[in-house]
């Protein structure tokens, strides 16, 4: 397509017959069906979708998921306007209008983008040390001006046309996660004869296997995942929710989920909800929510065109389309390897692969050499530079000496954490794992069992046989008998890492958390001032505290924190999740109570009555009390108030009390307990 000068000629699971017309700050594109906002913005060439919350820094797409701290935009217009919706979530329709936020007067000049040259200033904790004296600045400027910066986008103000609905379900298996443990997982418990339930928060099932190039009992991993999604559907004892995340764990087995029935859509159809809240009662769950990458701490590391390594395979593969022209990759594991040859597969120059390490598999150097990658070990990116845009990278090789690369793509990863903020919902604590080299779940919510990334086995094989053998087991812990069948085969895959979190030596700013622009240096300062707890460092620097709850954030500040320190990272520990694992809209939970439907209005006996005599209602909490009787000739509430009082006092008044509160009081010595809590004796009942 013309149009999309960085769309591949070829590939993809997109629909290249469907061309769909969008806009993004009122500028047109076009793109494909099957394209998320953040996918056809790259195929477009846009690289700058955003501005940081305190320095206003240009910000790009980081990732290809719903862990994505940048590319927030606001979507829609007029009464469902919707704030920090993230581009890589967002499902591509004909006219959807997107707009970047946190900047003016525009994305690209924008005055706030002075605050990095403040940023001497706005260290961590600055708030606390900036507004406290004098005292009277704070009602008069501290106040007002903390209150114009705060928040990101705009809410509209008005009604949500839209509606919701609240539904339950009962399941002896919830599958969590549609990627290739969760399919196995609930292919296995389906064909038990168990009533599955299969929750996954993306438009088509298999996980990652729609992002890499893999193969699974001999057929390409993202046709073997249809393969295994289309049995499913025909299976009468399985429901599968596509574009549903499991938010929260609760207790006796209850799980919160939401659905997103219409957000792929300009407006709900007819009678039909925009997203539905689901109160899922599971006897068994296995959650294979899979893993989140990991950045690296670096120099310049959040200027638009530096990508997840992982995220730059989903754009190429699943979205056929090319983040850059030029691309570098910088890791320390054989993962993010797999981006660079899936690049230079689909005519992509790779001009490095710089990898942390001293030494890799002798597999991953062959395969770079007969693809013409130079490889540089023991290496690392130290600074980055452009404007809006990446266009040089600075490496340290290994023996010291400084290289510029020109390029306009730089794929990182640091490696992998599993994604298990579910398994934490109930108090259990994950424990940090040498092996996996992150944080991996330790206690389970009961009736709880993992499979896949999240519980640290990274491999395609382990987590087909994870998911295989988990199935079954749930599928008997819940009465249905079954022998769990061979796993899948699945080709080869090299998983080694060497953890490393940050590059110091740097002149630039460094980010751990890019949407709350808490940089490395902030993290050494909480250190030099006593706040060395995870929980503390937290509060003090605003780690974790964004939107995405810390995905890519976390585990990279306790590590620095532990290096500091020096403790190591079991010891250190982290921080604890709370539901919604993903922002959940407030009308979801409200459902349809909302406005006369919040609570049932409630009528006295007497409100026939009182209708037909001309009287006028009042609210009193869910009941309609008649207030005053116009009679003829009355005008104002004071003389219909006044004739009232008169007619009482000179005649005689009836009062209508059913609206107020009752206390039932039982007992043999009730009668006592109210001589002694009530004003006066009174005629009471035994």
Known sequence: MTSTPHRLASGGLIDRSRSIRFSFDDNSYEGCAGDTLASALLANGVGLVGR??????????????????????????????????????????????AWSQNRWPSLRTDVGAINSLLSPLFVAGFYYKTFMWPASFWEKIYEPAIRRAAGLGRASGEADPDSYE?????CDVLIIGGGAAGLSAALTAGRSGARVMLCDEDCILGGRLNGDVREIDGRPGCEW???????????????????????????????GALERVSDHLAEPPPHQPRQRLWKIVARHAVLASGAIERPIVFGGNDRPGVMMAAS??????????????QAAIYTGCDDA???????????ITVAAIIDHRATVAPSLRAEATRLGIPVHLGA????????????????????????????????????WSPNLGLTTHLGQR???SETAAAFVPDGLPPDMSVAGAVSGAFSLAEALRQGTTLGAAAGEATGFATTAPPPPRADDDTIELSPFWHVASSRSKAFVDFQHDVTSADVALAAREGFRSVELLKRYTTLGMATDQGKTSNVNGHAMMAELTGRTMAEIGTTMFRAPVTPVAIGAFAGHHRGRDFR?????????WAEQNSASFVEDGAWLRAQWFTQEGETDWLSIVSREVRDVRSKVGVCDVLTLGKIDVQGSDAGTFLDRVYIVKVPYCL
């Open 52 to 97: 940081s919350f305190k320095y206003h820094r240009p910000r790009g797409i980081l990732t290809a998921g719903p862990e994505e701290p940048n590319a927030l935009v606001e979507l829609r217009t007029g009464a469902r306007r919707e704030p920090n919706t993230r581009a890589t979530t967002i499902e591509l329709y004909d006219g959807l209008q």
């Open 166 to 170: 609240t539904i339950h379900a009962f």
């Open 225 to 255: 995942a249809r393969y295994v999604a289309a049995e499913l559907d025909v299976l009468p004892n399985v429901r599968i929710l596509r574009r549903t995340s499991v938010f929260g764990v609760y207790d006796g087995g209850t799980y």
């Open 312 to 325: 730059v395979r989903t754009y190429l593969n699943r979205f056929a389309v090319a983040p850059g022209r």
């Open 337 to 347: 390897w797999s981006t660079a040859f899936d690049l230079a597969r689909n005519g």
């Open 380 to 415: 690392d990116v130290t600074e980055t530079r452009g404007r809006h845009r990446l266009n040089a990278i600075t490496i340290r090789t290994a023996d010291g000496r400084a290289r510029t690369l020109r390029v306009d793509l730089l794929a990182m990863s640091a490696g």
């Open 430 to 432: 994950p424990r940090w």
């Open 600 to 608: 049932p209005t409630r009528l006295t006996a007497g409100h026939g």
